[in-house]
């Protein structure tokens, strides 16, 4: 039973040591046919072979070209105090979101009313508190934010 095991042990082994041989010989005959010649080994030919892909441009700025500037919005005729209160100040002014005072409620407004017109005005084209720059109406002008602020102290 012991020659069986070593015929089987033996032929394994050459079957094992051919294959090795067969990868070494394909391996060195891809190698051998992946080169073309002989590198070029100069400074030249290297610098050529590792320099990179692209360069950083270091000339003159790319300048997009400008797009054209938005056509100026047509004057609007003055609106009422109370349309610039319906669609710019309601929404806060009417619930009392953010803290805004509420349209009609004289003790919100005592704080506010005692800076005067001009005082409320600034408030008013400025911001205060949560409200932002001329509140919600950004396309308001001084006049038409005075309308407004005058139609919610005539409420009070």
């Not at 095991?5 to 067969?22: C, D, E, W």
């Not at 046919?33 to 320099?51: C, F, K, L, N």
């Not at 919100?108 to 919600?136: H, Y």
Request: glycine share 8%; hydrophobic share 45%; charged share 15%.
């Amino acid at each position: 039973m012991s020659n069986k095991v070593n015929a089987n042990f033996g032929g394994s082994l050459m079957a094992l040591i051919l294959v090795v041989v067969l990868v070494l010989v394909v391996n060195a005959l891809a190698n051998s046919m992946h080169r073309a010649g002989p590198v070029d080994m100069s400074e030249a030919a290297v610098a050529e072979r590792i320099a990179p892909v692209a360069s950083l441009n270091t000339g003159d700025p790319i300048v997009p070209e400008a797009a054209p500037a938005p056509a100026a919005a047509a004057p609007t005729a003055s609106r009422s105090g109370e349309d610039i209160y319906r669609t710019s100040c309601a929404a806060c002014h009417d619930t009392g979101a953010a803290g805004a005072p509420m349209l009609g409620d004289a003790g919100a407004w005592a704080s506010f009313t005692e800076k005067g017109m001009d005082g409320m005005l600034r408030n008013a084209i400025s911001g205060v508190n949560a409200m932002p720059p001329r509140g919600t109406c950004v396309n308001c002008s001084d006049d038409e934010l005075r309308e407004a602020i005058q139609f919610m102290l005539d409420a009070l």
